[in-house]
């Protein structure tokens, strides 16, 4: 089994950055995709970039030239770097891993940019 631990959310104004990462440990050989989702209070959860071995990425309408998606395999580490942040980004931000025979979640980090 994949353990997900994400890190970096907070409290960050309007216009301003962040950096989150999400570190995988455990079984953690196969992992294709990567990606990140986020859910906002009373909403369904969405994605918001992916990221596969190779490096090609994937990014919602919401993300595209705000946020930079990245990985470091050798690390089994992948980052969301979120600038231009605005309030409708609030969110609880979670990481995904696919394999070819499951999927695993983070238990999430809160990201909130107050309007």
């Known amino acids: 089994q994949v353990r997900l631990v994400e890190s970096g959310g907070g409290l960050v104004q309007a216009g301003g950055s962040l950096s989150l990462s999400c570190a995988a440990s455990g079984s953690i050989f196969g992992i294709n995709t990567m990606g990140w989702y986020r859910q906002a209070p009373g909403k369904q959860r969405e994605p918001v970039a992916q990221?596969?071995?190779?490096?090609?990425?994937n990014y919602a309408d919401s993300a595209k030239g705000r946020f930079t998606i990245s990985r470091d395999n050798a690390q089994n580490t992948m980052y969301l770097q979120m600038n231009s942040l605005k309030p409708e980004d609030t969110a609880v931000y979670y990481c995904?891993?696919?394999?070819?025979?499951?999927?695993?979640w983070g238990q999430g980090t809160q990201v909130t940019v107050p309007s």
């Open positions: 990221i596969t071995r190779t490096g090609i990425t």
């Open positions: 995904n891993i696919l394999r070819a025979w499951d999927s695993s």
